[in-house]
């Protein structure tokens, strides 16, 4: 998560609470229908405490919008480079004793993340685990309920005209079958048999 392209230093609750406020703008809110999602793509490796990040999540949750995080890099880390730009030298991220800094993956703060924000976690490198959080991120919202408002009862999910219809062609079928005359012995072979 990067936050501003004048300080590309990470700070994760930063970014969280940015896309919130985005999907909470007036501008969103008409076209708001049903779930909100955010999702992170992080290595976990922030520049601040964990407990900002987890309550940037609380923040996001208490909003009704979901947190979902995608887990990059290793464990072992890897040096870090920047882009020279505007207030910024580029070249190699160095620690403050001038060695060469790196990041590395932190996957128990990105699953307690993803946990808290009310999401889940997957790793880039696995597909399974991707395929499944990009399943849940794309499937349709629950029915949701107004406050208040009584549950539908189990019949009103069907489609009327279609319910009286099968009705009125199983009547039908009902009548024609009672309509139907055994076949009768004629009385020919009745007397024969007397």
């Known amino acids: 998560i990067i936050t501003s392209a004048y300080d ?9 609470l940015d896309a919130a ?16 999602r955010i999702v992170v793509i992080s290595d976990g490796d922030d520049g601040e405490p964990e407990q900002a990040l987890l309550a940037a999540a609380d923040s996001v949750r208490a909003l009704g919008i979901d ?3 995608v887990g990059v890099g290793t464990s072992r880390g890897a040096g870090m480079s920047l882009p020279a ?14 060695a060469r800094a790196s990041s590395r993956l932190d996957e128990g703060a990105l699953r307690a ?7 889940r976690y997957a790793l880039a490198d696995a597909d399974l685990d991707l395929g499944v959080l990009q399943a849940e991120i794309s499937a349709p919202p629950p029915l949701a309920l107004t ?9 009103a999910r069907y489609d009327l005209p279609f319910v009286l219809g099968l009705a009125a062609l199983l ?24």
């Open 85 to 98: 730009g505007t207030y910024q030298l580029g070249g190699p991220v160095t620690t403050a004793s001038g």
């Open 171 to 194: 009547l039908v079928l009902l009548e024609s079958l009672l309509d139907a005359s055994l076949p009768r012995l004629s009385v020919a072979r009745a007397r024969r048999v007397a």
């Open 67 to 69: 947190l979902y995080v």
């Open 21 to 36: 406020a985005l999907l909470d703008s007036p501008a969103d809110s008409a076209a708001r229908i049903g779930r909100r």
């Open 147 to 155: 406050p208040g408002a009584a549950a539908r009862p189990a019949w």
């Open 113 to 119: 993340l993803a946990n808290r924000g009310g999401g």
């Open 8 to 16: 590309p230093g990470t700070l994760g609750s930063v970014g969280i």
